[in-house]
Nanobody, 114 residues
Framework: QVRLVESGGGLVQPGGSLRLSCAASGFTLSSSFMSWYRQAPGKEREWVARISTTGGVTNYADSVKGRFTISRDNAKNTVYLQMNSLKPEDTAVYYC???????WGQGTQVTVSS
């Protein structure tokens, strides 16, 4: 059973940083491309970033490029999202997802506000 548990969200001031974690179980993480998504209030869920199985290839949405970094530690079955220079428009619930599975975790809330 695929299980994804996101953590690390919180309240941060504009310009601040947060590091999100996604603990994966029930499948072979090292064989899976992984993505982060987010959903802001009243908006559709949007893709944020993707990382290849070994971490050698990463892709980002234009809105976060240069500010967010996706990474992974397959030995720890964990995927990360380092978020720097946060803006109020980054406020959302953040989710991780294995590209080949339809399962979602519960997400972690990120609020950027002064």
């Amino acid at each position: 059973q695929v299980r994804l548990v996101e953590s690390g969200g919180g309240l941060v001031q504009p310009g601040g940083s947060l590091r999100l974690s996604c603990a994966a179980s029930g499948f072979t993480l090292s064989s899976s491309f992984m993505s982060w998504y987010r959903q802001a209030p009243g908006k559709e869920r949007e893709w944020v970033a993707r990382i290849s199985t070994t971490g050698g290839v990463t892709n980002y949405a234009d809105s976060v490029k240069g500010r967010f970094t996706i990474s992974r530690d397959n030995a720890k079955n964990t995927v990360y999202l380092q978020m720097n220079s946060l803006k109020p428009e980054d406020t959302a619930v953040y989710y991780c997802k294995a590209v080949q599975f339809g399962s979602w975790g519960q997400g972690t809330q990120v609020t950027v506000s002064s």
